[in-house]
């Protein structure tokens, strides 16, 4: 069955860097698009970045252009938030979710909150 499984998240300081993972199976990853989404406390869930599957068109969310970047690795099923330069804001648990048909899955999620 299809899984997702985030890691790399946890506490830092503001301008600080953090580099989530989502470690893909069960599914022809290659073939399929990604996404990392974020869900702060009493807000809804927001997409933060997504990558296409084979050419690996990147799209971002306003508020972490030119600081986030998302990637994959399609030889070892994962996908990656790169996350520099972070502010406060961007405290929220972070999800991974994969559009398989017409289906998108979802990881269990990872924390990450930034602080002083």
């Known amino acids: 069955q299809v899984q997702l499984v985030e890691s790399g998240g946890g506490l830092v300081q503001p301008g600080g860097s953090l580099r989530l993972s989502c470690a893909a199976s069960?599914?022809?990853?290659?073939?399929?698009?990604m996404s990392w989404y974020r869900q702060a406390p009493e807000k809804e869930r927001e997409l933060v970045a997504d990558i296409a599957s084979v050419i690996g068109v990147t799209n971002y969310a306003d508020s972490v252009k030119g600081r986030f970047t998302i990637s994959r690795d399609n030889a070892k099923n994962t996908v990656y938030l790169q996350m520099n330069s972070l502010k406060p804001e961007d405290t929220a648990v972070y999800y991974c979710s994969a559009q398989v048909g017409l289906r998108a899955y979802w990881g269990q999620g990872t924390q990450v909150t930034v602080s002083s």
């Open positions: 069960g599914f022809t990853f290659s073939r399929s698009f």
